[in-house]
């Protein structure tokens, strides 16, 4: 069987990086604090059009100018106390990583159209591929190394727009795939050149449908929760000028107000504790004055010891008993919390890795705490970035979520609000209510559709007092997530290799049959 000719690029090359690049400095537009949503739709089609019928390098170059515009403008926040070392280094990693992937993507682009034939391989086998291999990248980006690192994701992007009911079936990833599957459908309709006969539009239209049409899983109201949630705004940050106590004063202070109110449970963020309650005994007291003043169970958030071991641990604490339940965080952030192969690290920037003094142990607990029976999930900081934190709360019968994280190292930068994106994703995907709390903001109490309900603004102490609506049952996202992400990802990766060998066995067989037929008897004669 003959090969089809290569599928020849859309862009020369000095065309193609430059509009790459614009492609990811206007996907940075779809997120916080701009949250332009359709921009992301714009940004994909720039970068999949530089991509299409580019060899190797070229779309590994390509991919690298997409990632490099989109994450040293999206991570720009790293720079905001360490300097710019972190920010280039997280920045040039995940572009380097964008860069493997656009190559699998130039290889979909080149192979599929060879090896089937016909319309529909083209408007709809390559575009589900092409999809497929962009989500796979995002996970890959979001596991390694050292746990990776998934932010930016293409789901997340849409959190303010109207296709974010759709997360609540198939999870980020999911919404991520479908949003790539409509840009490469919409792209591969205009190429093949069929703009006047509808039924070609189909795969785009029918993805278009999905994404508009399909409402939220719904989940079931189970009542009420009255909380309590204080935003000290006090000294939090690594640089802050701060003496011993001040972090948990200025909480006191906020929390001060609602002394007297009716509550079934107060909530303070991360870092919202100075000392070890479970080692420091004034510590410990001090909580649980708290607690008999508020009457009430608190959720408090504090680096703890256990031997050699320290942890960033929530503590659901209680007058008298002390932390009756302990979630230690899932995901310390390396270079942050912990330096993964200090010893390599070091050298190259010994002043930064000396800042990191303590070495968190990831935990290992259920993240979810028992209130009266009521199931409250829990996530630390960029815990609520990970899906197996998020899904497993759910799992394992969480009605509400609580949030916990410390924003004061990046006071002035848009990462609160992007953080916040992901909180208001995790509300819609799981069908919760969730309780976004900041020490320095930005903090919100968000119900299970992504919807506001009370909030505090960044840089201001205050407080919140919100019936927070508990629901139950399981959204698809939660259920299937785990298998939704393998399916997209690793049977992408294997169909695209599946074409590699097709393609390879064609190449051998057309060079056979070209080759000269050779007589024996000739030869021995010769």
Known sequence: MSLAAPVRPVLPLWAAGPVAATGGLVLTLAFPALSWWPMAFVGVTLALIALIGRRFWSSALVGFAFGAAFFFVNL????????????????????????????????????????????????????????????????????????????????????????????????MSGLTFLVVLFCAAAIEYVRWGRLRRPPTA?????????????????????????????????????????????????????????????MDVLLWPEGGVDSDPTQVESTAELLDALSDRVAAPL??????????????????????????????????VPFGEYVPDRAFFEPFAPDLIGLIQREYTPGTAAPIFDLDGIGVGL????????????????????????????????????????????????????????????????????????????????????????DVPLHTGLTPAVVAGEAVKAIIGWGSLTALGVLGLILSARSRSAREKKAPAHDGAGALER
């Open 76 to 171: 720009l926040f790293t720079a905001r106390y360490l300097g710019p070392v972190p920010w280039i280094a997280l920045s040039m990693l995940e572009s380097v990583l964008t860069a493997a992937g656009a190559t699998l993507i130039a290889l979909a682009y080149r192979w599929l159209p060879r090896v089937v034939a016909g319309p529909w391989a083209r408007l709809v086998a390559l575009p589900a591929l092409v999809a497929g291999l962009w989500t796979l990248q995002e996970q890959v980006v979001g596991s390694w190394p050292y746990g990776g690192f998934p932010w930016g994701r293409i789901g997340v992007s849409q959190v303010a727009g109207p296709f974010a009911d759709l997360a609540s079936w198939v999870g």
């Open 202 to 262: 189909a795969p785009a239209v029918v993805t278009l449908l999905i994404l508009v049409l399909v409402p939220q899983f719904p989940t079931t109201d189970a009542g009420t929760l009255r909380v309590g949630a204080v935003q000290g705004n006090g000294p939090a940050g690594y640089f802050d000028q701060r003496a011993a106590g001040d972090v948990t004063r200025a909480q006191l202070e906020a929390t001060a107000p609602l002394f007297g109110e009716d």
């Open 299 to 332: 959720i408090v958030a504090a680096v703890t010891q256990r031997g050699d071991e320290y942890f960033n641990s929530s503590l659901l604490w209680e007058a008298g008993s002390g932390a009756v339940q302990t979630y230690d965080k899932r995901h310390p």
């Open 379 to 466: 996530a630390i900081c960029f815990d609520v970035i990970y899906d197996d934190v998020v899904w497993d709360g759910a799992r394992d019968g969480a009605e509400i979520y609580m949030f916990q994280t410390n924003n004061a190292d990046f006071r002035g930068t848009d990462e609160n609000l992007q953080q916040l994106a992901f909180a208001r994703m995790r509300a819609i995907e799981t069908g919760r209510s969730v309780v976004n709390l900041s020490t320095v903001g930005t903090s919100q109490v968000i119900a299970a559709d992504g919807s506001t309900i009370d909030g505090l603004p960044a840089d201001v102490a205050g407080h919140l007092i919100t």
